[in-house]
């Protein structure tokens, strides 16, 4: 029964211990000092038998050893159903005193997702028909449709830059249009469109995409620059944990300009938000244009899938328009329902409860008295 387990701080500053990284536990336990509470629950089976032996022993002599022998018969299994039910009710009442934490699939509850879109020059390439980037607005439109309407989604666009084209909203048609009237730019700021996303995301943060990308203003600055928060230090949570919001960030290329993009992933991984990166597009080699021009490509895979494993959150590649309308479909299932750990004790509790009562009727059924 022994465990890899280690103190880490949760979102909600509750400490739980947790397996280390790389061991992908099924089950752990908060409390699992209690667990060796458990080695009594072979004692009650033995302590059964003996008093068997001993009601055997003082039992009543009857003239008719026939009909007893038979009355026996018919109700020796029924006898040991009780004490099997009471031993059941035991054992899962002493393991759900170690507060179980299990990995179960439950309703998704975030409140908000962050779409980052490359709108760089290269999403005008035929590869993804008709274009790509026809391609990504029709697929994102298709994923805020099936989308459920209590989520709020915003929008932040990045090439060069990365700006906010609709802050996170339930209205479905702001974002339609937002994501029609995407604007192309020169080059690609990976990494200022996570940065960005996370500014929305926890706006008390202080976190400034400006000043991460040209470094810090003189002295002198404006009322408006004054009045921002100043940059928060975040106490690191585990990749993953923060259940309010994820971020789908689509990239056809690979950052040329702006902050690393590993650097904006490890902000979000101590944030604990989830980034689901999709890769757009040709992994590497020449793609045309719409205007007929070959533009040279090459999809940085290695890095999106390391932001995708940093976060916790998950890479995902699409080569076709098809393809790409999965991908955002698997993402709206699985942002739905999660797998998300969760303790289990109150269940337990629950079966134990539901043995014992059973243990009690049948013993009153069967035999006019309780267990």
């Known amino acids: 029964m022994a465990l890899l387990l280690r103190y880490e701080r949760l979102p909600n500053a509750a400490v739980a211990k947790r397996p280390l990284p790389g061991h992908d536990a099924a089950m752990f336990f908060l409390w699992p000092q209690y667990l060796w509470l458990m080695l009594a629950l072979p004692l009650l089976p033995v302590a059964y038998l003996w008093l068997l032996r001993r009601r055997?022993?003082?039992a009543v002599r009857y003239s008719s050893v026939a009909v007893v022998r038979a009355a026996a018969a018919r109700r020796n299994w029924r006898r040991?159903?009780?004490?099997a039910l009471l031993l059941l009710a035991c054992s899962m009442l002493l393991l759900a005193a170690a507060?179980?934490?299990?990995?179960?699939?439950?309703?998704?509850?975030?409140?908000?997702?962050?779409?980052?879109?490359?709108v760089s020059l290269s999403m005008r390439v035929t590869d993804v028909k008709p274009t790509r980037m026809a391609a990504a607005q029709d697929a994102a439109k298709l994923f805020l449709r099936d989308l459920p309407k209590n989520i709020e989604v915003g929008l932040v666009t990045f090439?060069?830059?990365?700006?906010?084209?609709?802050a996170a909203t339930l209205d479905r048609a702001s974002l339609v249009a937002a994501i029609d009237g995407?604007?192309?730019?020169?080059?690609?700021?990976?990494?200022?469109?996570?940065?960005?996303?996370?500014?929305?995301?926890?706006?008390?943060?202080?976190i400034d995409v400006g000043e991460m990308t040209f470094g810090s203003?003189?002295?002198?600055?404006?009322?408006d620059d004054r009045a921002k928060p100043p940059p928060k230090q975040v106490a690191p949570v585990a990749p993953g944990s923060y259940t309010s919001a994820a971020i789908i960030l689509?990239?056809?290329?690979?950052?040329?300009?702006?902050?690393?993009?590993?650097a904006a992933a490890k902000m979000a991984a101590d944030r604990g938000v989830r980034i689901y990166?999709?890769?757009?597009?040709?992994?590497?080699?020449?793609a045309a244009t719409a205007e007929g021009m070959p533009m040279y490509l090459r999809l940085d895979e290695p890095t999106l899938r390391e932001v995708a494993r940093m976060t916790g959150g998950e890479y995902l590649y699409a080569g076709t328009a098809e393809k790409l309308r999965s991908v955002y479909e698997h993402l709206g299932s699985r942002l739905q329902v999660q797998t998300r750990e969760t303790e289990v004790s109150g269940l337990l509790a629950l079966v134990a409860a539901l043995a014992a009562l059973t243990a009690a009727a049948l013993s009153v059924l069967w035999f006019g008295r309780f267990p």
Request: aromatic share 4%.
């Open 56 to 58: 055997g022993k003082a």
């Open 80 to 83: 040991h159903v009780p004490p």
């Open 99 to 118: 507060r179980p934490i299990a990995r179960v699939p439950l309703p998704w509850a975030r409140t908000t997702i962050i779409l980052a879109m490359d």
């Open 159 to 166: 090439a060069g830059s990365s700006q906010v084209a609709q």
């Open 182 to 206: 995407f604007q192309m730019q020169m080059g690609t700021a990976v990494g200022n469109a996570i940065v960005l996303c996370l500014s929305e995301l926890f706006p008390d943060h202080g």
């Open 217 to 223: 203003k003189p002295r002198g600055r404006s009322l």
């Open 250 to 262: 689509l990239s056809d290329g690979r950052r040329t300009t702006g902050v690393d993009t590993l």
């Open 277 to 286: 990166a999709v890769g757009l597009g040709t992994v590497d080699g020449e």
